[in-house]
């Protein structure tokens, strides 16, 4: 019954690979995000998408697309590999318009050799 | 930037209340204050939000001063399973805004 499943949990790939992350949550939620956790802890926004528009890009490499094949998922594509991704990275949904919180997933932890 | 500020650490004897402050002092009119917490490597849990009127949940209960300038939560009988990064946020409530989390506190339960 989890709200906001991501897989794979942990991902380890070499450099200039391209690799996929999955999430989907079944609150009925209209907006999704995307965040990533660096090395320090820190939390930062990449991307939201509600009713399949993009309408917030923090101005992450062009290599990392999400892609919402339906309001319950979105999924995080990443090109060409850098060590610089390596990081968690963060799933999650709210249902905006009614002030609810944030629901997260549990994270994928991505290692970039 | 996040729009608030805590301090980077605070402990906390077991079943004594764990009071987390947390500066707004920009905060506008129609922003709200949320909290949430993160447990080691999971993912963030939401605990509680408010406008200017305190709040109680199950988890927890939210202060807010008079001036919405600052805001404390409190965890009214701290366990161990309460040691975790809390965030203290404000967002406006009714649009799909950026949530930025800031650095945290990292609240430390001694037995």
């Known amino acids: 019954d989890t709200a906001v499943s991501q897989t794979p949990k942990y991902l380890v790939t070499q450099m200039g690979n391209d690799k996929s992350i999955k999430c989907e949550q079944n609150?009925?939620?209209?907006?999704m995000y995307w965040y990533k956790q660096d090395s320090k802890k820190f939390l930062k926004i990449m991307f939201s998408?509600?009713?399949?528009?993009?309408?917030i890009n923090e101005t992450v490499p062009n290599r990392f697309s999400p892609k919402s094949p339906d309001k319950a998922h979105l999924n995080l594509h990443i090109n060409s590999l850098e060590l610089g991704d390596s990081a968690v990275y963060f799933c999650?949904?709210?249902?905006?318009?009614?002030?609810?919180?944030?629901?997260f997933g549990n994270g994928t932890r991505l290692t970039v050799t | 930037d996040a729009k608030t500020t805590q301090p980077p650490s605070m402990d906390c004897a077991e079943g004594r209340a764990a009071n987390l402050p947390c500066n707004h002092s920009?905060?506008?009119?129609?922003?709200?204050v949320y909290w949430y917490r993160q447990i080691h490597s999971q993912g963030p849990q939401y605990i509680i939000h408010g406008l200017k009127n305190n709040e109680t949940n199950e988890m927890a209960s939210l202060i807010i001063t008079e001036d919405r300038k600052s805001s404390t939560l409190i965890l009214p009988h701290a366990t161990l399973r309460d040691t975790a990064v809390y965030y203290c946020?404000?967002?406006?409530?009714?649009?799909?805004?950026?949530?930025?989390f800031g650095s945290g506190t990292r609240l430390s339960i001694r037995p």
């Open positions: 609150l009925g939620h209209d907006t």
């Open positions: 920009t905060i506008s009119g129609n922003e709200y």
């Open positions: 946020i404000v967002r406006l409530y009714s649009s799909a805004s950026k949530i930025i």
């Open positions: 998408y509600n009713n399949k528009e993009l309408i």
């Open positions: 999650a949904s709210s249902q905006d318009g009614e002030g609810s919180p944030l629901h």
